[in-house]
């Protein structure tokens, strides 16, 4: 069994009510739910986390590490194009993450289509609103499971 963290960034509590045409109308809550249930049904624990304060989400990185935490499955909200620290803690402990976007951010304004996360990530996945969690919780258990390969 692995021990996985999903982290969220600024504003994704209010999945659900904000933008819904942009980010769609399941919560947070329920996201959170369902990914616990995948990630037990897959044989692994899951750990769940939101902020909308940077060094909350820079400080529960560090933790993760001394948690013993396999892998990190990260959507960084709008610090995506802003945190060269959340970068920088994510670097620190070399714990390996996927990093996940509800919205396909390629498709969006200019300034969302550039990231500080996705060269040192391990996957990416954009756009796949959330079943993308799911998605992004498989691809953690395979990597853990493949990780000699």
């Known amino acids: 069994m692995s021990v996985f963290l999903l ?7 209010l999945l659900g009510t904000r933008e819904p045409d942009v980010y769609g109308a399941t919560r947070l809550s329920d996201i959170e739910a369902q990914s616990v ?19 909350e989400l820079i400080d529960r990185v560090q933790q993760a590490a001394l948690d013993g935490v396999d ?8 610090f995506t194009h802003t945190s060269v620290a959340l970068r920088d803690a ?5 714990i390996p993450f996927i ?4 919205s396909n ?3 969006r304004e200019e300034f969302r289509q550039n990231s500080y996360f ?28 493949n990780a000699g390969d």
Request: one cysteine or more; hydrophobic letters at 45%; aromatic letters at 10%.
């Open 37 to 55: 249930r995948l990630a037990r049904d897959l044989g692994h624990e899951l750990h769940c986390f939101q902020s909308n304060a940077e060094h």
């Open 7 to 13: 982290i969220n960034g600024p504003n994704l509590n």
């Open 90 to 94: 994510l670097l620190a402990v070399r």
């Open 118 to 145: 996705s060269d040192i990530a391990n996957s990416c996945l954009f756009g796949f609103g959330a079943y993308g969690y799911e998605l992004a919780l498989r691809a953690a258990s395979h990597h853990v499971a």
């Open 105 to 107: 951010t390629f498709a």
């Open 99 to 102: 990093e996940i976007h509800l």
């Open 71 to 78: 892998f990190i499955i990260l959507n960084p909200g709008g």
